[in-house]
């Protein structure tokens, strides 16, 4: 989305899923230009998207120091980045504002850059490598044995396996987990 001349952006109530990009922002990338009011982003779910860089579920780029970015009753969750922001990436000067949004299971954190917690958000702990199961550095053969012992629903409490928060641990973990491949960051 990239927002121009005196225009204020609205995303309501939608779904960004399994969406991939080379660069940033997976899900959404919001590119505030010259002049632009903002952007609100209300009731969206933002999940399991890629990024090769930073903001795996959302990237906001303020240029210019009129433009904010307000995100409201979304949820950011099983995202990855390649190198930062797994679930909300930052970049500019004015921070994005959020409040009453979960943020979590995103990889390889959380948040990144400049953010205006507004209150009512639940921000879950970094995980330093949620594909890393056994604990011992490195995404590989044994956390993949993991995944297949665990495969099926989720038996209350934490699952770890389940890289996508759905419940369940089956393909799309699988595929989460491949994508994590190698060593820790």
Do not use: Y
């Not at 780029?61 to 909300?88: F, M, V, Y």
């Not at 943020?103 to 995980?127: M, S, T, V, Y």
């Amino acid at each position: 989305i990239v927002i121009e001349g005196g225009v204020e952006a609205r995303v309501e109530d939608c779904l960004f899923e399994t969406n991939r990009t080379t660069g940033t922002g997976g899900g959404m990338h919001v590119l505030a230009g010259e002049g632009s009011l903002g952007t609100i982003v209300l009731g969206t779910i933002l999940k399991a998207n890629e990024s090769g860089e930073r903001g795996g579920g959302l990237s906001w780029d303020s240029t210019t120091g009129t433009s904010s970015l307000r995100l409201e009753g979304c949820s950011i969750e099983a995202n990855i980045a390649q190198l930062a922001g797994g679930g909300l990436a930052s970049t500019g000067p004015r921070p994005a504002q959020v409040s009453g949004c979960s943020i979590c299971r995103n990889a390889p954190d959380q948040l990144d850059g400049p953010i205006d917690d507004l209150g009512e958000n639940e921000i879950c702990e970094d995980r330093p490598c949620p594909g890393d199961l056994n604990g011992d550095g490195m995404v590989d053969g044994p956390d993949l044995g993991l995944l297949f012992a665990t495969w099926g629903p989720c038996a209350g409490g934490d699952c770890p396996a389940d890289l996508n928060g759905d419940g369940t641990v089956e393909g799309p973990d699988l595929g989460l987990l491949f994508s994590l491949w190698g060593p820790c960051p």
